[in-house]
Structures are given as C-alpha cells and as structure tokens.
C-alpha cells in the first residue's frame, strides 16, 4: 500500500484549501421584488351649504375746504353711521375701520398748472352682521345716518365641517366607483387600500353680492332685500388600491 509522507501531505494541503474555497458559489445580490400593481384615481366631491354670515363694508365720504375740514365733517357723519348700526344690534366688536382717506382735490384749466379746490375723506368701516335676517336693516340704518357707499356683501358660512366631510365621504365614493371599472376593464378587482390622501383645500370665500345699484333702488323702500343663495364645499381625494389581476 502507497501512503504520503508528511512532508509531502503539507505541501499538498494548503492547495487541497484554496481548491475547496474556490468552489464555494458565490451567492448574487437578489433585486427587491417588483411593487404589486396599483390603481390610483383622483376625485372630487361637493355638497352647498347655506350663508348664515355676511361681511358688509359701509363707507361715508365728505368735502371739506380744508384736509381738517374734510375729516372734522367726516367724523361726524361716521360716529352717526357707527351708532346707527349699533343701534341695530351689532357689538362693537363686529365692527372695525377698514380704510381712511384724505386726498386734495383738483382743476386744471387750458394752459394752467393744477390747483387745489378742496379736499375730500374717506372712511370706510367693515361690519360683521351674524343675523342674516338683519343685515337688511343694517343697510338702511347706515343710509339713513349717513352713509355714502355700501361696498360688496360678503355671505359666507360661519362654520362649513360637516359639509367638508359630506364632500370628501362623496370623492371616496366616487374614486372607488372609478377604480372598480377601471379594475374590472383590466380583468381583475381591487385590493387593499394602499394610500387615501385629501387635497388641502381652501376656505370658501364669501359670495360677494354688488350693493351699489342695489343700494340706490331700495334706498326709499321699506327694507333692502337679501337672498343669501348657496355656497358649494368642494373636497379632492387622491385614493391607491392594490390591483388583483383575474384568474387566466
């Protein structure tokens, strides 16, 4: 019998080593598992809700031959302008200045630099009326004490959740309708939801309503008419289902 001598096994040995290493497989990075397929569908839903709030500007302008004039007559015809809404039913605290001005008045003849003929101011305060039932009454008031300018009516609703939410229940409903079509067309179903996000979305603004012709055409009727009408909510939903393909 043949036998190797230990000398001659070393130097056979650390081959026998690397030869065994080098067949060890080297095992390949593996790539993430594709995402499942998805559906995603945007909507938009929408429900109206009534005013019960209005935004009114009362303004009073006044002429004066003199800037100190002008705002002195000014003054005086607000105060009353002020107290006659007030007198209504209005806190004070539903009242604030908005804006005032006193500007020079000017005439300009053929070949002559401008001159100043006099001066006019402006003040213009921003009422909040909470009862829409009086917002009316307000006006007249404001016109009988004075006032020479009612601006743009803002109506608007004090508090819009619940119809914030009647629109959104409305999107969702109307993005799975759209997703379950659109699923069944490829020949499968939805699964999972997956993602569901709302779109930030704005305050509705105050449905503006021009009172000066208005103003002038009921000045001397017994009260001015108000039809507060519909606001709409809107809300957008951006909705993702997982996609479950058909059996083949």
């Known amino acids: 019998m043949c036998c190797l001598s230990a000398s001659t096994f070393a130097r056979l040995f650390p081959l026998?080593?690397?030869?065994?290493?080098?067949?060890?497989p080297v095992?390949?990075?593996?790539s993430p598992a594709p995402a499942p397929p998805a559906i995603t569908v945007a909507a938009t839903g929408e429900s109206r809700i009534t005013p019960d709030r209005a935004m009114l500007h009362i303004a009073v302008e006044s002429q004066g031959e003199t800037a100190a004039a002008a705002a002195a007559a000014n003054a005086a015809k607000q105060t009353k302008?002020?107290?006659?809404?007030?007198?209504?039913?209005?806190?004070?605290a539903q009242i604030r200045t908005a804006g005032y001005n006193v500007f020079p008045e000017y005439a300009q003849g053929a070949g002559r630099?401008?001159?100043?003929?006099?001066?006019?101011?402006?003040?213009?305060?921003?009422?909040?009326?909470?009862?829409?039932?009086d917002l009316g009454k307000i006006i007249d008031a404001s016109l009988a004490a004075g006032a020479t300018n009612i601006g743009g009516v803002g109506l608007f609703a004090s508090n819009t959740d619940a119809a914030r939410q009647e629109a959104v229940q409305q999107a969702v409903g109307k993005a799975r309708a759209e997703a379950e079509a659109a699923a069944a067309a490829a020949g499968g179903s939805l699964g999972p939801?997956?993602?569901?996000?709302?779109v930030p979305f704005d305050t509705p603004r105050p449905l503006m309503r021009q009172m000066g012709d208005m103003?002038?055409?009921?000045?001397?009727?017994a009260s001015t008419p108000i039809e507060t009408g519909e606001s709409v909510i809107q809300a957008v939903v951006q909705v993702r289902w997982q996609f479950v393909p058909g059996q083949r």
């Open 16 to 24: 026998v080593v690397l030869v065994t290493i080098a067949a060890v």
């Open 215 to 221: 103003v002038a055409m009921q000045a001397g009727a």
């Open 81 to 92: 302008v002020i107290e006659a809404v007030k007198g209504t039913g209005v806190a004070a």
């Open 27 to 30: 095992t390949a990075q593996t």
């Open 113 to 133: 630099a401008p001159r100043v003929t006099g001066y006019r101011a402006n003040n213009t305060v921003q009422v909040e009326v909470r009862a829409l039932a």
């Open 193 to 198: 939801l997956i993602e569901l996000t709302t």
